[in-house]
């Protein structure tokens, strides 16, 4: 039903964002919050249905156990948010196209549900957004993205996903120029040896602390930033026989990249437009004690 109603208000996001009637803008606007929430809850309930109780409430989980007790209403049911699905999602899926900071289709249906608000631009960006985030969870899910769009629809997907993508490759080639450029400007007019201590000073240094960082050379000033990453731990595993010898795998998936020198920073998708950017890193194992 979660993957239905999904599929229903991301056709209606698609359909109406370009008309120039503003009830049917705010609809899509709507729409594609809504979509973007239920997809991912759908994502979730896949993964383990109790995820989808908000904070374990217990008539919630109950139902989600099929209970059928005479005091358990489903119209009163408490799930996550839907800024909790974002993050819980980007959590349990760490290479998903999701923006946990600031997500689109949130932004458009809020300003339309409390205020009646809708911006063109900023629809268009949030049903690009969308379209991206429903390429990458349907593989999840085991369902056809053509069946899901609809064969009228496609083209525009298509033409939606292709249009995002060339504009987050501008974007990272205008960051690129402009922190190329501030480097230029801070070694101008310092002598060589003082240019060499200064990216000394500056390179390898860091602003944020996340999960995991990882050193990476920065595609601007070629000196060393930063790779944040959430961090993914596997099952315990212990080696046959052994007393007390227990690890699990460690996996980081970058978000972003800082460098302290030039001051590049590039977030989520921008960081595919780096081919040198690894998108998983493995990491040791960690002991597990005992």
Request: aromatic share 6%; net charge negative.
């Amino acid at each position: 039903m979660l993957a239905f109603s999904a599929r229903w208000h991301s056709r209606a996001a698609v359909r109406q964002y370009v008309s120039s009637d503003r009830d049917e803008m705010l609809q899509a606007a709507m729409s594609v919050g809504t979509a973007s929430e239920l997809l991912l809850k759908t994502l979730i309930h896949h993964t383990a249905p109790s995820l989808l109780a908000d904070r374990g409430d217990r008539d919630s989980l109950l139902l989600l156990a099929g209970a059928t007790l005479p005091t358990v209403d489903p119209l009163r049911f408490r799930s996550i948010s839907a800024v909790e699905a974002h993050r819980l999602a980007k959590h349990l899926h760490p290479a998903l196209p999701v923006d946990v900071r600031q997500p689109e289709a949130l932004v458009s249906r809020n300003a339309a549900a409390h205020l009646g608000i809708v911006e063109p631009a900023q629809l268009r960006r949030a049903v690009a957004q969308h379209t991206i985030l429903v390429q990458g969870v349907l593989p999840l899910l085991d369902l056809d993205e053509a069946a899901f769009w609809g064969v009228s629809l496609m083209p525009s997907v298509t033409a939606l996903i292709d249009d995002a993508r060339s504009e987050t490759a501008r974007i990272v080639a205008s960051k690129l120029v402009s922190a190329r450029s501030a480097i230029r400007t801070k070694l101008l007019g310092l002598p060589e040896v003082a240019q060499l201590a200064y990216l000394a000073a500056l390179s390898g240094t860091q602003r944020s602390y996340t999960d995991h960082e990882e050193a990476q050379r920065c595609p601007a000033c070629d000196q060393q930033g930063w790779l944040l990453c959430t961090l993914e731990r596997g099952p315990i595993e212990r080696e046959f026989g052994a007393i007390g010898a227990a690890w699990r795998e460690r996996t980081a998936y970058p978000f972003a990249f800082e460098c302290n020198v030039c001051d590049l920073q590039l977030e989520d998708d921008e960081l595919y437009e780096v081919p040198n950017f690894p998108v998983e890193i493995a990491l040791e194992p960690e002991e597990v004690d005992e």
